[in-house]
């Protein structure tokens, strides 16, 4: 297993600067990014990036989010500890890491097996141990786990699926990319059965939220 090194925890504390100038404010936030070795949760041959601010490959053709992207959305989230999180996208599982850091119980599903299996097996060696993680279809939610305090998509959706909107409670937050080629990030608030508040941040970039059908 790699090591964590004075280093790497070094580099972790640039990196929170960064975040910080970019204004990231949430301190709870900052102290997870601080703490989590994302240089654990990529390829060997990206190692010496981890620290940038920047995302990379993993497998499977996907990417692990920019720290920024993940530290913004996780500050839209809110969370608060025991908080019941559904995350669409698991990948690395670094953004599942942040969660569970956060002490949310947290839910991941992904579609891609390879990092489906890689991941179910790297983040309990981490000590970051989600709830649960599927290998399914984040366009259709986890209908026997639902209601949601917390719901995260960490892929480009083309569209908000209904199935995520009724999974929210009421009084929760998706948080959710928007969008084809570029995505808006969105937060809904759930105020009631039928009403959502709708607030839009800046435009991101993420990998394609995809369907069953599309590979
Ligand atoms: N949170 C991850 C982000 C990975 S990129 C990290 O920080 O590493 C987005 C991920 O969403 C990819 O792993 C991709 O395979 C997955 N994904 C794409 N479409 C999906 C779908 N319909 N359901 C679940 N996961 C999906």
Request: proline residues 5%; aromatic residues 10%; glycine residues 6%.
């Amino acid at each position: 297993m790699m090591q964590d090194t004075a280093k790497h925890k070094g580099l972790r504390n640039q990196l929170v600067k960064t975040l910080v100038d970019k204004g990231i404010v949430d301190t709870k936030v900052l102290e997870c990014i601080r703490e989590i070795p994302r240089h654990l949760f990529m390829d060997s041959s990206f190692i010496d990036f981890a620290y940038q601010d920047k995302a990379f490959p993993i497998a499977a053709d996907q990417t692990i989010s920019q720290p920024y992207t993940v530290a913004f959305q996780t500050e839209l989230l809110k969370i608060e500890p025991g908080d019941k999180v559904l995350e669409i996208g698991t990948g690395s599982g670094y953004q599942t890491a942040v969660l569970v850091s956060l002490k949310a119980v947290v839910y991941s599903i992904e579609r891609q097996k390879e990092l489906y299996e890689k991941t179910r097996k790297f983040l309990p060696k981490v000590g970051y141990v989600a709830k649960r993680l599927k290998f399914g279809d984040g366009y259709l939610g986890w209908e026997s786990e639902a209601p949601f305090d917390k719901i995260i998509v960490t892929a480009g959706a083309p569209f908000v699926p209904k199935a995520l909107m009724s999974q929210l409670k009421i009084g929760g937050r998706l948080v959710i990319p928007v969008g084809n080629d570029v995505q808006v990030m969105t937060l809904f608030i759930r105020t009631s059965e039928k009403d959502f508040q709708k607030y839009e941040y800046g435009n991101f970039r993420f990998v394609p939220l995809l369907k069953e059908s599309q590979k």
